[in-house]
């Protein structure tokens, strides 16, 4: 089975631009969370969606938006592009909250690595 | 409260020995706790988690100690090899109100040879 994909896999932006990345969940799988991981620091969560609704938010500006599609897939924008944006963005796919459980195990995917010049 | 706080920052370790990180945690409201291994350029990949009704948790070389009273936990990789070589994040996780999924800041591991 196919893991969690995400396109592009490195992305170079110039301030002020904006920017789409891109992500497919492991089949099967509902909800689809967005991290932004800073070089040496853990990734920080950004979005949490599951069956097309928004259902956490982390501290990020307005900027950053997403969205997810019938078919689970998902999207990160983010406008206005600054140079601290500069980081490896992950997704991750998880059974969600109907897994019947209080875990929700997240499996992520390799990163688009954005780069804001 | 949100914090997951991680230690050491990066570790060195002979071939054979033991790796201990450990992870502390604030909000009692986190019901369950993944341990993430991430090679560079790649995306953090499940090693091992453990939910606080349990107070440890084996998984071939890797086990998790937990102490809910604490509000501490810890990976203990036996056996260290260069493969194992890694940076590895502890993380709590909440499906209570509000999700959230949060990491600690990291360990970097490298096991000599």
């Known amino acids: 089975d196919a893991g969690v994909t995400q396109s592009p896999t490195h992305l170079i932006k110039t301030r002020g631009q904006h920017v789409t990345l891109r992500c497919s969940p492991i089949?099967?799988?509902?909800?689809v969370s967005w991290y932004q991981q800073v070089l040496g620091q853990g990734p920080q969560f950004i979005f949490q969606?599951?069956?097309?609704?928004?259902?956490g938010r982390g501290n990020f500006p307005d900027r950053f938006s997403a969205r997810q599609f019938p078919n689970y897939s998902s999207e990160l924008n983010v406008n206005a592009l600054l140079l601290g944006d500069s980081a490896l963005y992950l997704c991750?796919?998880?059974?969600?909250?109907?897994?019947?459980?209080?875990?929700?195990?997240?499996?992520f995917g390799p990163g688009t690595r954005l780069t804001v010049l | 409260q949100q914090q997951v706080k991680q230690s050491p920052q990066s570790l060195i370790v002979q071939k054979g020995g033991i790796s201990i990180i450990n992870c502390a945690y604030e909000?009692?409201?986190?019901?369950?706790f993944p341990w993430y291994q991430q090679f560079p350029g790649k995306g953090p990949a499940l090693l091992i988690a453990?939910?606080?009704?349990?107070s440890e948790k084996k998984e071939g070389r890797f086990t998790i100690s937990f102490n809910k009273s604490a509000k501490q936990f810890s990976l203990h990789i036996m056996d260290s090899q260069p493969g194992d070589s890694a940076t590895y994040f502890c993380?709590?996780?909440?499906?209570?109100?509000?999700?959230?999924?949060?990491f600690g800041t990291g360990t970097r591991l490298k096991v000599l040879a």
């Open positions: 991750a796919s998880s059974l969600g909250f109907s897994s019947g459980g209080s875990t929700d195990t997240q499996y």
């Open positions: 089949s099967g799988h509902k909800s």
């Open positions: 969606y599951y069956e097309k609704e928004e259902r």
């Open positions: 909000n009692t409201a986190f019901d369950y």
């Open positions: 453990i939910r606080p009704d349990v």
């Open positions: 993380a709590a996780f909440r499906n209570s109100g509000t999700y959230k999924y949060i």
